[in-house]
């Protein structure tokens, strides 16, 4: 079993930054690909960001490349997302996961955080 927690999040408003972080206990040998997902009332689960557990190859879905990076240490092992120049739009729920590869397909993540809520005022 892997454990998440999420932490972070919050209220903010348009332009401003928000961090997150993920702490990842349990049989963490078995994690190899981390990611962060998003979620609205009604919505199917929409992949934000995920990274190599290993190398720290990263990659981004398009409507926050360049505003948002994601981040891994080995040490701590935690993943965070750091997200800039938020819209609106950004506001979900998000969600950590961990999986035996990374993706950008929730289906293909095994273990997830409980959710932690980010509110972007206009």
């Known amino acids: 079993q892997v454990q998440l927690v999420e932490s972070g999040g919050g209220l903010v408003q348009a332009g401003g930054s928000l961090s997150l972080s993920c702490a990842v206990s349990g049989r963490t040998f078995s994690v190899y690909g981390m990611g962060w997902f998003r979620q609205l009332p009604g919505k199917e689960r929409e992949f934000v960001a995920g990274i190599t557990w290993s190398d720290g190859g990263k990659f981004y879905a398009d409507s926050v490349q360049g505003r948002f990076a994601i981040f891994r240490d080995k040490v701590t092992n935690t993943v965070s997302l750091q997200m800039n120049s938020l819209k609106p739009e950004d506001t979900a729920l998000y969600y950590c996961?961990?999986?035996?590869?990374?993706?950008?397909?929730?289906?293909?993540?095994?273990?997830w955080g409980q959710g932690i809520r980010v509110t972007v005022s206009s």
């Open positions: 996961a961990v999986g035996p590869i990374p993706s950008r397909q929730s289906a293909l993540y095994r273990y």
